[in-house]
């Protein structure tokens, strides 16, 4: 069996640009290295790559958007975010601290594993995630 594959960094630059569009309508490279205090040419260098994968566009003015392939991998990973941080809210984790543990969890838990914890969560929380 392959063990689960993580792309914590390409993650991240996809919700990233995901968080921000729902916040502002135009997202440009400054608002990401902004976002992740990153410095403006780390974050130019993967999101060439990402536009070489195809899951990020450059329009004219340098406004990003997702495709549809970064964008389902944003949704995704965004909504781990979401119910991770419900979950350990629920469990008496301070917000801030089970924000800043499901950034990290989020990006090297199977999908067999989120949804179980998910499908826990709705069934014995009876509370939908912000999603």
Same mark, same amino acid.
């Given at each position: +069996? =392959?063990?689960?594959?993580t792309?914590? @960094?390409?993650?991240?630059?996809?919700?990233?640009?995901? +968080?921000?569009?729902?916040? /502002?309508?135009? *997202?440009?490279?400054?608002?990401?290295?902004? +976002?992740?205090?990153? @410095?403006?040419?780390? *974050?130019?260098?993967?999101? =060439?790559?990402?536009?070489? &994968?195809?899951?990020?566009?450059?329009? &004219?003015?340098?406004?990003?958007?997702?495709?549809?392939?970064?964008? =389902?991998?944003? %949704?995704?990973?965004? &909504?781990?975010?979401?119910?991770?941080?419900d979950?350990?809210?629920?469990?008496? *984790?301070?917000?801030?601290?089970?924000? %800043?543990?499901? $950034?990290?969890?989020?990006? *090297?838990?199977?999908?067999? @594993?989120?949804?179980?914890?998910?499908?826990?969560? /709705?069934?014995? $929380?009876?509370?939908?995630? =912000?999603?």
């Open positions: +069996m =392959k063990a689960y594959e792309h914590e @960094s390409e993650e991240n630059y996809l919700e990233s640009i995901l +968080m921000l569009s729902i916040d /502002h309508r135009n *997202v440009r490279a400054i608002d990401i290295a902004n +976002m992740l205090g990153f @410095s403006k040419p780390s *974050v130019s260098v993967a999101l =060439k790559r990402l536009r070489e &994968e195809g899951k990020v566009e450059v329009d &004219e003015r340098g406004f990003l958007s997702l495709t549809e392939t970064g964008l =389902k991998i944003a %949704q995704s990973t965004y &909504e781990k975010h979401l119910v991770l941080t979950v350990l809210v629920a469990l008496g *984790v301070n917000a801030y601290t089970a924000s %800043q543990d499901a $950034c990290r969890i989020e990006h *090297v838990l199977s999908p067999e @594993s989120f949804s179980k914890i998910k499908e826990y969560y /709705h069934a014995h $929380c009876k509370v939908e995630p =912000k999603v």
